[in-house]
């Protein structure tokens, strides 16, 4: 079992901003596809943000780019993902996810994912 660890979240106003990070093992972390996607009650999944750490390429969900920026620290072996402009339905909970079940790292196909940390937007 993946040891990850989540930190981040919690409740802001709209326009607040947060900062979710994500560390794996390095053998998880290198060279793979890591991110995020997002469930709120009722809702299906969406994929949020990837990031291919073997090459730092990155993709986004429409929904929150220009907002959203995620990236990696080698050193920590860890993601980031910044949240700026925060909007009530952007309300879900987060989860680190990586693994792209062999499909492009941008279609947010996760294989695996931790358990998540809720995000609250407050209008």
């Known amino acids: 079992q993946v040891q990850v660890v989540e930190t981040g979240g919690g409740s802001v106003q709209t326009g607040g901003s947060l900062r979710l990070s994500c560390t794996l093992p390095e053998y998880t972390y290198r060279r793979n596809c890591l991110g995020w996607f997002r469930q709120a009650p009722g809702k299906e999944r969406e994929g949020v943000a990837a990031?291919?750490?073997?090459?730092?390429?990155?993709s986004y969900a429409d929904s929150v780019k220009g907002r959203f920026t995620i990236s990696q620290d080698n050193a920590k072996n860890a993601v980031y993902l910044q949240m700026n402009s925060l909007k009530p339905e952007d309300t879900a909970k987060y989860y680190c996810?990586?693994?792209?079940?062999?499909?492009?790292?941008?279609?947010?196909?996760?294989?695996?994912w931790g358990q998540g940390t809720q995000v609250t937007v407050s209008s």
């Open positions: 996810a990586w693994g792209s079940s062999g499909a492009y790292c941008g279609a947010f196909r996760f294989a695996y």
């Open positions: 990031i291919y750490t073997g090459g730092g390429s990155t």
